[in-house]
């Protein structure tokens, strides 16, 4: 049985709370209408760009409260929020599998309203690779503090709260690759090899960046412990 509406009471000029808070008119009313459309599929491409501005949105507050726990000396309250920012990271990875469905033909015609825009220029991503510098700064000067490295922290206790955060960072970098992967390969699914982006940038060379690290003294760790590992290890015996 479907119920009527209660009287809306939040303030503002939509007929429910819901629209109100949500803000769905004005929402729905950033994309593109079909009047200006060259394809149909200019809604798709411009949903999942539009929507994951509003998840890196979303990862950068959660990636600057973590910042301001592990200023505060909270390295467990930080864990959970990076936690979630990878979280966000995935979906968005995720939904960015659809745009495997654009034809190639289709976004040709789409490409020529894109104008110079690329990627490269988005906000969220921009504010999410400052995020990523800050607390990797922040969680160095908290070992410092604390008088111990990295490698001490990885040879400790899996259940420390210093280790649990080192492992969520972890994680977070490795979604940011995942990304990258991801949308590699739905560009050259798309626009094909040997061909440059809307900014003139190489389709080819977006690989390059799958590798950066954000983190790279949690990554130079690992490294440190497996080769003091191997020296220690007795000649012709197996490492693993």
């Known amino acids: 049985m479907v119920?009527?509406?209660?009287?809306a009471v939040l303030p503002g000029r939509d007929a429910t709370d819901y629209a109100r808070y949500m803000r769905t008119d004005e929402l729905l009313r950033l994309q593109r209408e079909p009047g200006q459309w060259v394809h149909p599929d200019e809604l798709l491409f411009q949903i999942v760009h539009q929507s994951t501005e509003l998840w890196l949105k979303l990862t950068r507050s959660h990636l600057c409260r973590a910042l301001a726990h592990?200023?505060?000396g909270q390295p467990g309250a930080a864990e959970l929020l990076v936690d979630r920012a990878a979280e966000a990271l995935r979906l968005i990875t995720e939904h960015l599998r659809i745009l495997r469905s654009l034809p190639p033909a289709h976004f040709a015609v789409i490409r020529g309203v894109l104008g110079s825009g690329s990627g490269f220029e988005s906000?969220?991503?921009?504010?999410?690779?400052?995020?990523?510098t800050e607390l990797d700064i922040a969680?160095?000067?908290?070992?410092?503090?604390?008088?111990?490295?990295v490698v001490d922290v990885y040879r400790g206790q899996p259940s420390d709260p210093l280790?649990?955060?080192?492992?969520?960072?972890?994680?977070?970098?490795?979604?940011?690759?995942?990304?990258?992967?991801?949308?590699?390969?739905?560009?050259?699914?798309?626009?094909?090899?040997?061909?440059?982006g809307t900014r003139g940038t190489p389709v080819d060379s977006l690989p390059a960046l799958i590798s950066h690290r954000r983190f790279p003294t949690l990554w130079e760790a690992r490294t440190a412990i497996t080769r003091a590992g191997s020296a220690s290890l007795c000649p012709g015996e197996d490492p693993r």
């Open 3 to 7: 119920t009527s509406s209660l009287p």
């Open 163 to 196: 280790y649990r955060l080192a492992e969520a960072l972890v994680e977070l970098d490795e979604r940011i690759a995942l990304w990258r992967t991801e949308h590699y390969s739905v560009a050259t699914r798309v626009i094909g090899h040997e061909v440059r």
């Open 139 to 149: 969680y160095s000067r908290l070992l410092s503090s604390l008088r111990v490295t």
């Open 70 to 72: 592990l200023g505060a």
């Open 123 to 132: 906000p969220g991503w921009r504010l999410l690779r400052s995020a990523t």
